[in-house]
C-alpha cells in the first residue's frame, strides 16, 4: 500500500532488515512437509502435512495462512514448514494431550500468484480505485476461504474418513486484514493470530489518511460510499467473544501501526478474555521466525489439545 515518505527515505528503509518481508526463513529450521494440490471447482488450495498423518484417526484442525498484498500463495510454504514443525515439535514434547492433527492450507488471493490477470490492479499507489480494489480483494478472500471451509473435506476425504473439527487462520498484512474479518464476521472460527495487521475498522482511519491516500478532492483519489463504509463497520458487541486471539506486530512498523488500535485491544480483551498482543523490537511491517514460533504454539495450544492439561 503507498507510502507518502520521500523516494530516497523509501528506498533506505526497505534496504533495512527490519522492513524487508524475508520469507525464506520461516520454516524455523524443520524440514519441508508434504504438499497436496486440490482444485476446488477452479481454484488451487494447497494442503501442507496430510501425508504425514495419514496413518492417524485423530480429528483434523486446519490452519489457513493468507498472504500479503502483491505476494502469493508460495511466499507462505516456508511459514507452512514452520508451522507444522513446530507443532510436531510441541506433540512431542508440550506436555498436552493432543486431541487433533493439524495441517496447513493457503491459496492464491484473487488477482495474485497462478490467479494474476490485471497487473495494474497491484499497483496500489497509483491506483485512484486503490481502496475499491482493496475492499474487493478482502471480500474475496473471505469468500474464497469459506468455501474452502464448506468444501475441503469432502475432497480430501469423500468417504468421511476424517472429520475437520477447527479452522484457525493467520496471515501477513492483507492476510492480517482477512484474519481480523474472519474472527469477527465468522462463528466458525475462534482460533487467529492475526500478524502486523489490527482491527478492520481501526484499519479504515489508516487507509483513508492523508498520508496514505490522497485527500477526498484530489482527482486521482475515488473512495465510493459503500467502500468507505464497509472499512468503517463497527463490530457488534460480543463478536470476539470466545475467540482465542493472537495479535502479532512490529514495533517500528509505521504502515499498520500497532498503537492505533490500543483502545480497540482493550475493548476486544473485555470480550473475549483470551487477547495477546506481542511486539516485536526493531521490527517494521514483517513477519519474522519468532513470529511464526508464536502463531504454531497458539494454534497448537488452542487448536490442537486438551485445554485441561498444563498450560505452555
Known amino acids: 500500500m503507498a507510502n507518502t515518505a520521500p523516494r530516497d527515505a523509501r528506498q533506505a528503509r526497505n534496504l533495512d532488515p527490519a522492513h524487508v518481508m524475508d520469507f525464506s526463513n520461516l520454516h524455523l529450521g524443520h524440514a519441508p512437509a508434504s504438499k497436496t494440490v486440490v482444485t476446488i471447482v477452479d481454484m488451487d488450495v494447497f494442503v501442507?502435512?496430510?501425508?504425514?498423518?495419514?496413518?492417524s484417526k485423530r480429528p483434523i484442525a486446519v490452519a489457513c495462512l493468507s498472504h500479503g498484498w502483491a505476494n502469493k500463495a508460495m511466499h507462505m510454504e516456508q511459514m507452512a514448514y514452520g508451522v507444522l514443525g513446530e507443532a510436531r515439535r510441541l506433540d512431542k514434547e508440550g506436555g498436552r494431550k493432543v486431541l487433533r492433527d493439524m495441517?496447513?492450507?493457503?491459496?492464491?488471493?484473487?488477482?495474485?500468484g497462478a490467479r494474476r490477470r490485471n497487473p495494474n490492479g497491484l499497483v496500489f499507489a497509483n491506483n485512484p480505485l486503490r481502496l475499491s480494489q482493496a475492499h474487493a480483494t478482502l471480500v474475496g478472500g473471505v469468500q474464497d476461504f469459506e468455501l474452502v471451509m464448506d468444501s475441503l473435506a469432502s475432497y480430501l476425504w469423500p468417504r468421511d474418513e476424517r472429520r475437520i473439527e477447527e479452522w484457525m487462520y493467520t496471515g501477513v498484512s492483507l492476510g492480517g486484514h482477512l484474519t481480523w474479518r474472519m474472527l469477527r464476521d465468522d462463528p466458525r472460527i475462534r482460533i487467529g493470530a492475526p500478524i502486523v495487521s489490527i482491527p478492520p475498522e481501526y484499519l479504515a482511519g489508516i487507509l483513508t489518511r492523508q498520508f496514505r491516500v490522497p485527500p477526498p478532492d484530489d482527482p486521482l483519489?475515488?473512495?465510493?460510499?459503500?467502500?468507505?463504509?464497509?472499512?468503517?463497520?463497527?463490530?457488534?458487541?460480543?463478536?470476539?467473544?470466545?475467540?482465542?486471539?493472537?495479535?502479532?506486530?512490529?514495533?517500528?512498523?509505521?504502515?499498520?501501526?500497532?498503537?492505533?488500535a490500543k483502545d480497540e485491544f482493550v475493548r476486544i480483551r473485555g470480550e473475549t478474555g483470551n487477547l495477546e498482543v506481542y511486539v516485536q523490537d526493531g521490527m517494521g511491517h514483517v513477519v519474522t521466525p519468532e513470529m511464526v514460533k508464536r502463531v504454531a504454539e497458539w494454534f497448537w495450544r488452542w487448536g490442537c489439545c486438551e485445554q485441561r492439561e498444563a498450560k505452555l
Do not use: C, M, W
Open 103 to 112: 495441517i496447513v492450507v493457503t491459496l492464491d488471493h484473487r488477482n495474485h
Open 221 to 260: 483519489n475515488i473512495i465510493p460510499s459503500t467502500v468507505r463504509n464497509a472499512f468503517e463497520l463497527q463490530a457488534a458487541p460480543g463478536s470476539y467473544t470466545n475467540k482465542k486471539i493472537l495479535s502479532l506486530h512490529g514495533a517500528i512498523d509505521e504502515t499498520i501501526p500497532v498503537r492505533v
Open 48 to 55: 501442507y502435512g496430510l501425508e504425514e498423518i495419514k496413518d
